[in-house]
């Protein structure tokens, strides 16, 4: 029962947050939902939208122009730049048909690109993933087939390869240094089970080895984890949470039981063998775990007051936490009077963890940004926030309204009335824009400014953060209609309208 509170809870999340913020499709870092998409080098900005690829000079911030505009209409496009390669993929409608398009251009002269080489494939959504100048895109919405584009930005000569496997619906990838692997769902009524294909690759060489099917589902790609000989997945079953380790040749070598004390678990990061696990809703823990092959076991936890979206490592004795600060409440509904355990969001808290005893782990530092609602889109997406560990700077976009979205916490389902039985159904947003923060293992955290969105791009419909780069100690934020430059104590240095 727990594993379906989970998927109600995570389900609730989303819905509540894209309809009660009304967001313009966020698109961050390296991943995108739908509209823009932003990437940058040095001297340029590519900015993808419907209309095709926007080149512009960043020319000191003060004098920004664009150089060109690349035509080409695609839907939940993606650019990667890798010298002077440009790479484009997303989804063309033609005559009803929906197809994957992918196209890769030479970009050494600006203002005269040349058309290197171009593929489709079937499917209308995909996956994407980079390594050393190789692109990886998987094709979804197939149900029979894999399809699997992969291309080397490194060769002379550019040749989009294309490669087709039998399997199932796809729901993520994974990339390890030297091989691909394509986990499918494969639920059968309501036993849950995964498959998991692995592919050797050479640079844009791929070639299938085995696959495997096991117990229970996979969250994301960071519940998964290849590390020398072995492989490690964190499978969430209804009755029992269990980490298998696999050998090169996809035999389980060991499993253990992941115990969560009834809570669901969100959030995984690994470094080497150690592997830090988060829970969320009542009674959550993070969780630290040892994964050596001879003894995987746990090893240390601490309480949670917030529900942990993203671990970060700092050096070997410290981590940063970043996630909602959350209480429990307990109200009675004045009109059915039902008692609800509710879960209220009272901020975002950012926590430096100190884990030089692993058994012991203990609070270095914390920052709360308080609010009766503040939201971030790094909560669904985890590329929308900046951690720059050689400047030690932490940018973190958001939102913070007077909206109420309470859960009760035994039914993981939104209370959508107040105490007094009364439909919420008007909201004002307090504040957008951007957070900066100092991050040292040493001092902690410290606010270094803060971007107001609503003042600095007042004059602009759009205000919300689409994107964010940092740049030679200049941060870039990014609009639907503009960007902006700041240098790193907030000062505004020249913008560019699209």
């Known amino acids: 029962m727990r594993f379906y509170k989970f998927l109600v809870y995570i389900f609730i999340i989303s819905i509540l947050i894209l309809s009660t913020f009304n967001y313009e499709s966020y698109s961050y870092s390296k991943s995108i939902l739908q509209n823009n998409f932003y990437t940058m080098d040095k001297d340029y900005i590519y900015k993808l939208s419907s209309n095709g690829v926007e080149i512009i000079k960043i020319n000191k911030f003060k004098n920004m122009r664009r150089e060109n505009l690349i035509k080409e209409e695609l839907l939940n496009g993606k650019i990667h730049i890798f010298k002077d390669k440009l790479f484009i993929s997303g989804i063309k409608n033609e005559n009803n048909n929906s197809y994957l398009n992918v196209i890769v251009y030479d970009i ?37 087939k894999i399809n699997i584009v992969s291309v080397d930005l490194n060769k002379e000569k550019i040749s989009l390869r294309t490669h087709e496997f ?31 294909h692995k592919l050797h690759i050479d640079r844009d060489i791929l070639t299938y080895v085995d696959k495997i099917s096991f117990n229970g589902f996979v969250l994301n790609d960071s519940f998964i984890n290849e590390e020398g000989n072995f492989l490690r997945i964190l499978s969430l079953e209804d009755n029992q949470n269990k980490m298998y380790i696999f050998n090169n040749g996809l035999k389980i070598e060991k499993s253990i039981d992941i115990n969560s004390e009834g809570s669901n678990i969100n959030t995984v990061y690994f470094d080497g063998d150690i592997c830090y ?74 926590t430096v963890l100190d884990i030089k005893d692993k058994a012991s782990p203990i609070i270095f530092d914390e920052y709360l940004i308080r609010g009766k609602q503040v939201y971030s889109p790094l909560l669904l997406n985890g590329n929308s926030f900046l951690y720059l560990e050689d400047k030690n700077v932490l940018a973190i976009p958001l939102d913070i309204t007077n ?12 209370v959508g009335f107040n105490i007094y039985g ?43 953060t689409e994107h964010m780069n940092i740049l030679d100690d200049k941060i870039f934020i990014f609009t639907k209609d503009c960007v902006k430059v700041f240098d790193f104590g907030g000062v505004s240095l020249g913008e560019y309208t699209f």
């Open 108 to 144: 050494y002269d600006k203002k005269n690109p040349i058309k290197l080489s171009e593929v489709t494939v079937d499917g209308n959504d995909y996956l994407l993933k980079e390594k050393d100048g190789v692109l990886y895109l998987l094709s979804k919405g197939t149900n029979e």
């Open 166 to 196: 039998s399997g199932n619906e796809v729901d993520f990838m994974y990339l390890s240094p030297e091989n691909l692997y394509i986990l499918c769902r494969d639920d059968v009524l309501d036993k849950k089970s995964t498959i998991l």
């Open 277 to 350: 696990i988060s829970t969320f809703m009542k009674n959550s823990h993070l969780y630290i775990y040892d994964l050596n092959i001879n003894e995987p076991r746990e090893i240390g936890k601490i309480k949670n007051s917030s529900s942990i979206d993203h671990i970060l490592k700092l050096n070997e004795e410290k981590i940063l936490l970043i996630g909602n600060e959350n209480r429990i409440d307990t109200y009675k509904n004045l009109n059915t009077h039902m008692v609800y355990e509710l879960l209220k969001n009272v901020g975002i808290k950012i």
């Open 403 to 414: 909206y109420n979205s309470d859960m009760d916490v035994n039914s993981a389902m939104e």
């Open 422 to 464: 009364n439909i919420i159904s008007n909201y004002e947003k307090i504040f957008n824009g951007v957070y900066v923060f100092d991050i040292d293992d040493e001092s902690g955290i410290d606010l270094k400014f803060i971007v107001n969105n609503q003042k600095e791009f007042e004059k602009f419909q759009y205000k919300d």
